[in-house]
């Protein structure tokens, strides 16, 4: 076997990396708001946490449990925009290309689908990580949080890792612009939604009401953000966190061909009906 | 550098004419080996398109429009091929057939022997494609833009930076509008490098799908002129589409002019205007073809459509 073709598949995956990358750049300005918009949205969230005393009328929390509630809230907010960028880079790939009006272009480009997710998949976590680790900063100063207990290391693992999951969901939601060029791309923001719901990421899921605790169980967005929260917060080592990297490799190892072969259907699909035209 | 001499006989407005030189080769190898005489079969295809009613309004009526209505034709390795006929007459249609982009509802469109269908990708590799409407990503520079496809058709990233400005501005495309965005040029200068772009890939197969739609005359000619010139260099098969009667008399070796998806004559430019030739009549153009096959004039026909 040799690996040269798989090396060629690889390098051309790269043109959607710089590709990706120049669009970023020439569009800087509106970065800067994607970014204040971002820390806005992380900041009112963990001001939650700063008002209970307030809203309740009587000191509930101390200033410790406050500070916990502070980590707690900031960790769902930064955990779930990260995995947003990624979920949304990979499933917005068609409707972006429609909307440029190169997605004939780029569909008959001789490059496998695989090819075309896994360059928009490696855009999509180094765009997420720069991203998430700006808010970070942000809120970490903000709030004067206490980060020394922090695993760093091992946050970052179950962050990376348990992206693939989110790539493979991310490739079956981009045939929803596939399929429905009107409407496909706001209802990605529904698959989104529902993932928010059952992940556990303002709540711990093992509180929530169910169905929606049942449901959690499926979502691998839910252990991504206990791997987290129990690196960041209880300062848990890569030893610690390794059962859950492994759930979430395999979970990611699974939905990734799954996702690719889902869309393969729908390109087919498309391809029958003339809905890869540019303009639906 | 080497003149064509196709080239400036008929384009003197090209400032600095393509060379082979200029060109990528193919990184490809065929799986098999490729039709020696044909470049294109197509073999009674037909694609129907249907809409379907609304999810939430049932009452709304499903459309179903024939584009392409079982067609046949066979374009030679070498041959620019022009595919005459008004608006919606099926003609895009056709090339995203060739392009993999569609799939036919019956028949078989062959690319060098390959099935569109069973041989996606080694199609791919064979063929580009310019349409109508210059697709770019509009606030990359046309470098930006070039190198994205020269990094999809793995043409080395190197070669392929030099090779682009070499191309683009044999095209007369200026040095600052090269590393410009997309949107701050002409739509001329827009599928210019739109032809650029197909020319980085050196495909042996060139389907273009109205590309001098909507240009000036000025940049028709330049257009028209490397068109001309990918293959007299580079020994290319181009596939045109248009309904600019002019242009496809001067650009095509035959031409096949279609009216509501069938193909309605075949045959060279001088044996179209030989079916209404009246002994002691004017030269008749192709205009008068079309009317005397469809009983339409194309203008109307477009206006209909």
């Known amino acids: 076997m040799t690996l040269a073709a798989p090396m060629q598949e690889l390098r051309a995956s790269y043109a959607f990396v710089e590709r990706n990358i120049n669009l970023t750049k020439r569009y800087w300005g509106w970065e800067v708001v994607w970014m204040l918009y971002t820390i806005a949205n992380s900041l009112a969230v963990v001001f939650i946490a700063q008002s209970v005393n307030t809203a309740v009328g009587e000191d509930v929390l101390t200033k410790a449990t406050e500070q916990e509630l502070i980590l707690f809230l900031a960790i769902g907010a930064l955990v779930w925009h990260y995995l947003a960028v990624v979920f949304e880079t990979v499933s917005d790939m068609i409707s ?94 529904v698959v989104q939604a529902a993932l928010v719901l059952v992940s556990g990421v303002y709540i711990k899921a093992s509180e929530m009401p169910e169905p929606l605790a049942t449901m959690s169980v499926f979502s691998p967005a839910r252990y991504v953000i206990d791997g987290i929260r129990g690196a960041l917060v209880d300062g848990k080592g890569v030893v610690d966190v390794a059962p859950t990297l492994v759930g979430l490799f395999i979970s990611g190892a699974v939905l990734i061909p799954v996702g690719v072969y889902v869309f393969s259907i729908g390109e087919r699909y498309a391809k029958r009906t003339g809905r890869l035209k540019r303009n639906g | 550098m080497t003149t064509n001499p196709a080239t400036t006989a008929t384009a003197p407005q090209m400032e600095a004419p393509m060379t082979t030189a200029t060109l990528a080769e193919p990184a490809h190898t065929p799986a098999r080996p490729l039709s020696d005489t044909i470049a294109v079969e197509v073999n009674d295809v037909t694609k129907v398109f249907t809409s379907r009613p609304g999810l939430f309004n049932r009452k709304k009526i499903g459309k179903r429009v024939v584009a392409v209505d079982h067609i046949s034709l066979t374009v030679h390795k070498g041959e620019i091929f022009g595919v005459l006929g008004p608006n919606g007459t099926g003609k895009s249609t056709l090339i995203r057939l060739m392009s993999t982009l569609l799939m036919p509802d019956t028949g078989s469109v062959r690319i060098f022997g390959f099935d569109v269908e069973k041989d996606e990708a080694e199609v791919k590799r064979l063929i580009n494609r310019v349409s109508v409407e210059a697709s770019f990503f509009k606030k990359l520079s046309p470098m930006e833009n070039l190198m994205y496809g ?105 031409i096949a002019i279609v009216d509501t998806g069938r193909v309605v004559a075949l045959d060279t430019p001088a044996a179209l205007k030989a079916i209404v030739r009246e002994p002691g009549g004017p030269e008749p153009s192709l205009e008068d073809v079309f009317l005397k096959l469809t009983g339409k004039k194309l203008e109307d026909a477009d206006k209909v459509d």
């Open chain 1, 96 to 189: 972006w290309e429609r909307w440029e009006g190169t997605i004939e272009y780029t569909f008959m480009a001789p490059v496998k689908r695989s090819t075309h997710m896994v360059g928009t998949a490696l855009f999509s976590l180094v765009y997420g990580l720069i991203h998430t680790a700006v808010v970070l900063v942000v809120i970490v100063v903000v709030f004067g949080l206490d980060m020394e207990n922090a695993n760093y290391l091992s946050a970052t693992l179950v962050l990376v890792v348990g992206s693939l999951s989110l790539v493979g969901i991310g490739i079956m939601g981009a045939i929803l612009p596939l399929l429905f060029p009107e409407k496909g791309s706001q209802m990605t923001h």
């Open chain 2, 150 to 254: 020269a990094r999809l058709y793995s043409v080395e990233p190197g070669l392929a930076r030099r090779r682009i400005a070499e191309i683009l501005r044999s095209l007369g495309i200026e040095e600052h509008s090269i590393w410009s965005p997309m949107e701050d040029m002409s739509r001329g200068m827009q599928q210019k490098v739109a032809i650029a772009r197909a020319f980085l890939t050196a495909p042996v197969l060139l389907l273009l799908d109205e590309p001098t739609t909507g240009l000036d005359p000025h940049s028709k000619r330049e257009v028209q002129a490397a068109v001309r010139e990918i293959r007299a260099t580079h020994d290319a098969t181009v596939l045109l589409t248009t309904h600019d009667m002019q242009e496809a008399d001067e650009l095509c070796d035959r």
